[in-house]
């Protein structure tokens, strides 16, 4: 037996499904999943010693590369000062000021602790400020677990075919309008039918948990005029996306103005750390200052801040994501040409350091064509790439990370084990 299958046993017995995060588990793909040692630069290494070339990046954030000198000594310089204070630090002023200067659309922001706290804290405001109870949000997008945003929802309950989660009471979902990605009808007939009730809409502004999904041209611009005509909120969850897709989210990317923008991942530089922000007029009415309550004990934690700070500091030199982007589009390229040597239906696409792969001829725009991929080929493909050392995230419906530290070397090397993996599919 192998060392990852003897910790997965006993991590079986103590921990549902032997993981923290369901994603995580090979449940979909087959097989045990490997239990990590170390991580450094663009590898990872498993319990029995072997490495891989990461594409998960712990689903987003090591954008660095894992272990990133700088990072690390900010964080082992800030953990001898003292773990957490629950009192205001210079550090939390400064990753405030950071995340604001950079985001334009953030003039103030409050910090919390994980993705799915910044988004369940950003729609509480939406409703608070609207005085509305009625969401929107898009099937496929995950936006963390808060129960108003597990209906319909992509990731692990897109992966595992539950995309409603149990335990959301039916009063609950009812204020949840979901309404397909890129239909901008769809979205003027919810206006119509329900303008007034309607607090905001939360979108990923490019879709990563249901694969990689683009926004159509015009869907995005959509959403915000659709919402300054209805006085609802435009929330755009940057969880996946901020400092991912170029220095200012998806957001700098399209020239669009979110009221509110949720952060998390790239931000805490693999801490935890989330943070949700916009305009102040919004902000304030967040506790102290207004009616709605937002807390965490933990919130601004100095360790996440300090590994913040200096993340954003070294994503902010020059070139850093025309070169994260070329690196990643060669990836996708190098792919998509392999994938048709070997006669294989296959497609691939890219935004800054983050891509979609697809057993499917032509890119997807919907959750419905993203479905209609071939599962099985993707599994077979997953595995084989696994074998010799490519570790993509373990699942067809979830979108991939390129770091800084995946250099040509790496590149290459991962296109060799995929063109082998490309021969062993037998699936079509
Ligand atoms: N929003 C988006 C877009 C995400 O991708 C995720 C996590 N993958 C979340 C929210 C939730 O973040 P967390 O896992 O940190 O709670």
Known sequence: MTRNAELYERACRTIPGGVNSPVRAYRSVGGTPPFIERAAGPYVWDADKQRYIDY?????????????????????????????????TEGEVQLAEMLCERMPSIEQVRMVSSGTEATMS??????????????????????????SLLVKAGSGLLTFGNPTSAGVPAEFAAHTLVLDYNDLDAVE???????????????????????????????????????????????????????????????????????????????????????????????????????VYQAGTLSGNPIAVAAGITTLRLIGEPDFYARLETQTARLVKGLCSLASEAGIPFSADSVGGMFGIYFRDTIPTSLAEVSASNVDAFNQFFH???????????????AGFVSAMHDDAVIK?????????FAEITAR
């Open 56 to 88: 998960v990046g712990s689903w987003g954030p090591a954008i660095l590369g894992h272990a990133h000198p700088a990072v690390i000594k900010a964080v082992q310089d800030a953990a001898v000062n003292g773990l957490s204070f629950g009192a205001p």
């Open 122 to 147: 950003a729609i509480r405001l939406a409703r608070g400020f609207t005085g509305r109870d009625k969401i929107i949000k898009f099937e496929g997008c995950y936006h963390g677990h808060a129960d």
């Open 189 to 291: 007939a919810a206006f119509k039918e329900y303008g007034g009730q309607i607090a905001c809409i939360i979108v990923e502004p490019v879709a990563g948990n249901m694969n990689m999904v683009q926004p159509k041209p015009g869907f995005l611009q959509g959403l915000r005029e659709q919402c300054t005509r209805h006085g609802a909120l435009l929330i755009f969850d940057e969880v996946m996306t901020g400092f991912r897709v170029g220095p200012q989210g998806v957001q700098g990317r399209v020239g669009i103005t979110p009221d509110l923008t949720t952060l998390a991942k790239v931000i805490g530089g693999g801490m935890p750390m989330g943070a949700f922000g916009g305009r102040r007029d919004v902000m304030a009415k967040i506790a102290p200052l207004g009616p």
């Open 384 to 398: 084989a790439a696994l074998s010799r050392g490519v570790m993509f995230a373990p699942s067809a419906f979830e």
């Open 413 to 421: 090397n991962t296109l060799d084990v995929a063109q082998a993996a």
